[in-house]
């Protein structure tokens, strides 16, 4: 899913295909009512920009894309990393790098 947001008068394309994924929610394929909020990060020279994908399985819902500040990213991966040991290797290393000090060695 894309979407086109605007930073400082600068034209920023999300795109949940491109951008790196930090948290990836568990749903069943076979849960026809599973939803779910993905955690993104799109990267630029300038700006470092945090967003939530919002989906569900229903055809009758509508997937969105959801800016947020970095502290509410934060305390995202916190609740996250607090309750499940679920993590991929690449999102835990992206997650080190730009919280360091959430990841407990």
Known sequence: MKKIIS??????????????LLYKTNAAWFDSFARGTDLYV????????YYFFKWGLL??????????????????LEEKLSNTNDF???ERDL???????????
């Open 88 to 90: 991929k290797r690449c």
């Open 42 to 49: 799109h990267k630029t020279a300038d700006n470092t920009i």
């Open 59 to 76: 055809r009758s819902e509508k997937n969105l894309i959801q800016v947020i500040a970095e502290s509410e990213a934060k305390k995202f």
């Open 7 to 20: 930073v400082n008068n600068t034209k920023i394309t999300l795109d949940t295909n491109r951008d790196k």
């Open 95 to 105: 997650i080190e790098k730009l919280f360091p000090e959430l990841i407990v060695k």
